[in-house]
């Protein structure tokens, strides 16, 4: 299975999660995660979705894509507090997204996920995608990998906040989300903090969260 197929994967289950009735009945309601509503946080998830149709449709980039690890190196959310403009920024895009409400914003992220699977196979192997938001490129199968990180956990986010279990996820999708997070962790803790957390527990870190 490739990184798109995966991605296909985890995009209809965001897609499905979306659909909950009990996303919408909570969509007023504070979600897990601080200053976040369960709307904005349904946008936010909804996002990753539509994000990828947009870069799609911008067609290739001109710049040289950097690296995965310098891709999360670079950007301003990564480590920012609840109350910085760029998490603040990220609260209100979720709200936008998610203005017309639920059931409004399933339909769109669901006809989004049946589109893609279209567009992915007219895709080049090779496809670099132009980040606008961030000023630098990524290889297509490289920001694929930060969205299905990016489902993965926010699928999560939004089954807790409305009381649900989260979707399950394959190993497809898993593996490369794990290799993320594991490489992220070691750039940010160490290789040797990252091993006795996950094989001492005598003498492992109080933390290796990667993001």
Request: net charge negative; charged share 20%; hydrophobic share 50%.
């Given at each position: 299975?490739t990184i798109?197929?995966?991605?296909?994967?985890?995009?209809?289950s965001a897609?499905?999660l979306?659909?909950?009735?009990a996303v919408?009945?909570?969509?007023?309601?504070?979600s897990?995660?601080?200053?976040f509503r369960?709307?904005?946080l349904a946008?936010?998830?909804?996002?990753?979705v539509?994000r990828?149709?947009?870069?799609?449709a911008?067609?290739?980039?001109?710049?040289?894509?950097?690296?995965?690890l310098?891709?999360?190196?670079?950007s301003?959310?990564?480590g920012?507090?609840?109350?910085?403009p760029?998490?603040?920024?990220?609260?209100e895009?979720?709200e936008k997204?998610a203005a017309a409400?639920?059931?409004?914003?399933?339909?769109?992220?669901?006809?989004?996920v049946?589109?893609?699977?279209?567009?992915?196979a007219?895709?080049?192997?090779?496809l670099?995608?132009?980040?606008p938001w961030a000023?630098?490129a990524?290889t297509f199968?490289?920001?694929?990998?930060?969205?299905l990180?990016e489902?993965a956990?926010h699928?999560?986010d939004?089954?807790?906040?409305?009381g649900?279990?989260?979707?399950?996820q394959p190993?497809?999708v898993?593996?490369p989300?794990f290799?993320?997070l594991?490489?992220l962790?070691v750039?940010?803790?160490g290789?040797t903090?990252?091993l006795?957390?996950l094989s001492?527990a005598?003498?492992a870190?109080?933390?290796?969260?990667?993001i």
């Open positions: 299975m798109r197929s995966a991605y296909l994967q985890a995009a209809r897609a499905q979306l659909a909950d009735p919408a009945a909570a969509w007023e309601q504070p897990a995660l601080a200053e369960v709307s904005g946008g936010h998830l909804g996002r990753q539509s990828v149709v947009e870069l799609t911008a067609g290739p980039a001109t710049q040289t894509p950097i690296g995965l310098d891709h999360f190196e670079r301003a959310w990564v920012a507090t609840v109350d910085s760029t998490s603040v920024g990220v609260r895009s979720g997204d409400g639920p059931a409004a914003l399933a339909d769109t992220i669901a006809a989004h049946t589109a893609l699977a279209d567009t992915f007219t895709l080049p192997d090779d670099v995608v132009s980040l000023g630098w990524l199968d490289d920001f694929l990998v930060t969205r990180l489902i956990v699928n999560d939004l089954a807790v906040s409305v649900v279990d989260a979707p399950a190993e497809e898993l593996e989300v290799a993320l594991t490489r962790a750039r940010q803790h290789a903090a990252v006795r957390a001492r005598e003498r870190p109080a933390t290796i969260a990667a």
